[in-house]
């Protein structure tokens, strides 16, 4: 049974909740829901701690990022069996990149806030210079997907920025969440700097709205963050967003295509399709149109199905197989559900999936899936894949092949994506922005962008008195 983490301590409170093993659907812990007391307590002891971690020099908290970041080196296997037990990812994606990236994300914000310059300004006898205050407290609310590593993303600039943090992982991915509580008390890190309850929605909600709470960020829905916005409009909160992607991918016919089919395969595929990030529409120049397709769809029938988050995730995925096909299109491969004979029967799987010859207005190419799915359409000339590229109401990602440098720099920067991928996919430094336009999300976060979202700025204005000659 999980337990909330407040004040430095465990809490036990609130009705129990189940959660799932996506790949035999069984019940692998138990989690204590937090309802209006418990969040309250959360905030709480949260407000209490932040004037004095605010007051800490940057350069002590960057010490403390520091050894967080040795405490997850230590409990590396647990948090590892955390992820898989809700996740069902594969051990090496988990052991390679997910739990790594949370090392990388507080040591890394650890550096760029202890090297960050100051702002001054002089002019005729006037000193100006700004200083970056914390928000307060922020509410932490993360998604299923990629729980720890997204967990760590917020966290690491929030705290060494010089807030308290409440976290709410999902409540379909909670046990990272509770291993990172036990890594913070076993630090020694100051009570009510981080805390952690546990619970669905309802939880989150109780706990964006508080008033206690002076910033949110989230990642997850486009709806979900609508629903936010209203909450906190009326208290005028800082909120940021990193919300769902229905992303392009562009293969120029002067691409490598053995390299532009193997990047496909990876942006359409990974984690079943459950990464913000995964290609969903796929354009392909007509003159490698049909070959791309072939070759996509032979590649999708290797691909190690992974499991959907839940029971209700799968059935809404196959509720877009069968949309795909009730709206005319061809199905190359997959759209079904897998059968293994054994113990996976029982888990939530979906078959990857490429399908072709529907409109750009289909709510099939309109709507995100989050599954381990693309639509591919040809294009003829540049201008058109750029538009079919724009076309979506989202703008998270876009991946571009092609091996003509001008090509490449000319169409990059006219996708409206907040982030371009140019013969790669999932690359990223910590130091550059990440986020969304359009529905995919409001604001930045990585780097100093980061540290700017989690701290405001005051301007001090002196102006010096001249000496007597």
Known sequence: ??????????????????????????????????????VDRAVRAAREAARDWAALPVGERAGW??????????????????????????????????????????????????????EAFHLSGVLSYTVRRPLG??????????????????????????????VKPSEATPGSAAVFADICAEAGLPP????????????????????????????????????????VADRVKPISFELGGKNAGLVFDDCDLDRAVDGAVESVFTNGGQVCL??????????????????????????????????????????????????GAKVHTGGGVPAFNDHRDSGYFVEPTVVTGLSEWSRFNREEIFGPVCHVAPFDSETEAIDLANSSDYGLAATLWTTGLDRAHRVAQRLEAGLVWVNTWYLR???????GVKLSGIGREGGTQSLDFYSEPTTITIKLEQPDV
């Open 192 to 231: 009510g700097v981080v805390n952690v309850i546990f619970g669905y929605g309802a939880s989150g909600q109780l706990l964006v709205e508080h008033p206690g709470v002076d910033g949110v960020t989230f990642t997850g829905s486009t709806r979900t963050a609508a629903t936010i916005m209203k909450t």
């Open 278 to 327: 995964c290609t969903e529409r796929l354009y392909v120049q007509r003159s490698i149109f049909e070959e791309f397709c072939a070759r996509l769809a032979s590649r999708a029938q290797e691909v190690e199905p992974q499991p959907m988050i839940s029971l209700e995730h799968r059935d809404r995925v196959l509720s877009y197989y069968a949309l795909a096909r009730s709206e």
């Open 137 to 166: 407290v922020v509410a932490v609310i993360v998604p299923w997907n990629l729980p720890f590593l997204l967990m760590t993303w917020k966290l690491a600039p929030a705290l060494v920025a010089g807030n308290t943090v409440v």
């Open 65 to 118: 990022m520091r050894r967080l970041a040795d405490g997850i080196e230590s409990r590396f296997d647990d948090l590892v069996a955390a992820e898989i037990a809700d996740t069902g990812k594969p051990y090496e994606q988990t052991r390679t990149l997910e739990v790594p990236r949370g090392i990388a994300n507080f040591r890394a914000f650890a550096e760029i806030a202890a090297q960050r310059p100051d």
């Open 429 to 435: 430094d910590l130091r550059t922005p990440f986020g």
């Open 1 to 38: 049974m999980l337990t909330h983490f407040i004040g430095g301590l465990p809490v036990a409170a609130g009705n129990p909740f189940p959660v799932h093993d996506p790949v035999t659907g069984t019940v692998v812990r138990q989690a204590h829901e937090a309802d209006p007391e418990v």
